[in-house]
């Protein structure tokens, strides 16, 4: 039985069962309570403690993931069509999403803002933003993504030397 057992026995009696890999459970039943954690790296790493925002930010991500890995219902929803898709562009969407929005979504603002107040120009704004970010992503990932990742598949790793072979 993990050392965690008194702490948390329903993740570590599921930790506990036999299989080929630790389960991530077994490993997060070492770093529950996160926030201790979390403080102590924020005060070595900046020598001040955390300001509250960012604190929340990271105990609120750490307990969705927990969530997810602990809630089949959430694992479920997860594995559906439109999850899978956000998740397969999203690295496209993250690097488009800002030109876009300085553009389009900028310039939407301006015209409607002016004449009809900054909350209906906002959602304005924020409707075009999605309407062109959303397919300028499928399009950037379809042809840049998928061949940026082609490509590095089958390049040499010369970037990353095997440990051993370097000449000192």
């Known amino acids: 039985m993990p050392a965690c057992a008194g702490r948390h026995p329903d993740v ?4 506990s069962r036999s299989s080929p890999w630790p389960p991530a459970s077994f490993l997060l039943c070492r770093l529950i309570p996160p926030a201790p954690i979390l403080l102590l790296h924020s005060l070595l790493r900046h020598q001040h403690p955390p300001d509250p925002f960012h604190f929340s930010n990271q105990v609120g991500a750490i307990l969705i993931f927990l969530g997810v890995l ?12 439109l999850p899978q898709f956000l998740g397969r562009i999203s690295f496209s969407l993250y690097l488009v999403h800002f030109p876009v929005m300085a553009t389009i979504g900028c310039g939407v603002f301006n ?9 209906p120009g906002c959602l304005a704004a924020l409707i075009a ?10 399009l950037f990932e379809r042809h840049v993504d998928r061949l940026a990742v082609r ?6 790793p010369f970037l990353a030397p095997v440990p051993g072979e370097l000449s000192s």
């Open 151 to 156: 490509l590095s598949r089958r390049s040499p």
């Open 129 to 138: 933003g999605l309407a062109v970010t959303l397919p300028v992503a499928v």
């Open 12 to 15: 570590c009696a599921r930790a």
């Open 111 to 119: 015209l409607i803002a002016p004449r009809s107040g900054a909350v």
């Open 70 to 81: 602990h809630l089949p219902r959430a694992q479920h929803l997860l594995e559906r069509r």
